[in-house]
T-cell receptor
């Protein structure tokens, strides 16, 4: 089954304790992206990647890191989490910009609800 | 810049029809998407429009007017399970990073009441 797998689904952590949220897709998609979603603010892009070893900042990159060492994986790293990073996080992937695959836009992971206390 | 507007909330009655509007102002245009998102869950694909006109898919239809920067999602025969947020998203480029990137509206929370 074509999917984007995110882990964990829920995470409660303490301020300053480094954490990683994993994201993996099995569709051979070039493009992957991380979003956070907060009430009243909608989906805001954190980082995205056009392909292996190619990453770029989105709208709200501060406090986050990413890496793209393999095409299928795009982990989100919080080196020193703070309470204002408490949010619902989504990983998404997309195929090439033309053709049938692009007609679906993004495929989203199931989400990670992160609470930083 | 890019700007996508949609109403924050709407309420409709079970069995009725509801229309959710979306207006956009983007530097280019390469497709408009509608997603459904139940609370706490991932957005799921509903429809895609790249040419003007109406796309019908069962109870859901989506309309696009590129000249007006306008789209709507029409939901017929509303069911309680249609209570969700509906996200409008625009892809604004044909090549490069923009050919993948979607810009999202903040979503319309639809409540279906008995």
């Amino acid at each position: 089954e074509a999917q984007v797998t995110q882990n964990p689904r829920y995470l409660i952590t303490v301020t300053g304790k480094k954490l990683t949220v994993t994201c993996s897709q099995n569709m051979n998609h070039e493009y992957m992206s991380w979003y956070r979603q907060d009430p009243g603010l909608g989906l805001r892009q954190i980082y995205y990647s056009m392909n292996v070893e190619v990453t770029d900042k989105g709208d709200v990159p501060e406090g986050y890191k990413v890496s793209r060492k393999e095409k299928r994986n795009f982990p989100l790293i919080l080196e020193s989490p703070s309470p204002n990073q408490t949010s619902l996080y989504f990983c998404a992937s997309s195929g090439t910009g033309t053709g049938t695959t692009s007609n679906y836009g993004y495929t989203f992971g199931s989400g990670t609800r992160l609470t930083v206390v | 810049g890019q700007n996508i507007d949609q109403p924050t909330e709407m309420t409709a009655t079970e069995g009725a029809i509801v229309q959710i509007n979306c207006t956009y102002q983007t530097s280019g245009f390469n497709g408009l998407f509608w997603y459904q998102q139940h609370a706490g869950e991932a957005p799921t694909f509903l429809s895609y429009n790249v040419l003007d006109g109406l796309e019908e898919k069962g109870r859901f239809s989506s309309f696009l007017s590129r000249s007006k920067g306008y789209s709507y999602l029409l939901l017929k025969e509303l069911q309680m399970k249609d209570s969700a947020s509906y996200l409008c998203a625009v892809r604004d480029a044909l090549t490069g990073a923009g050919s993948y990137q979607l810009t999202f509206g903040k979503g319309t929370k639809l409540s279906v009441i008995p």
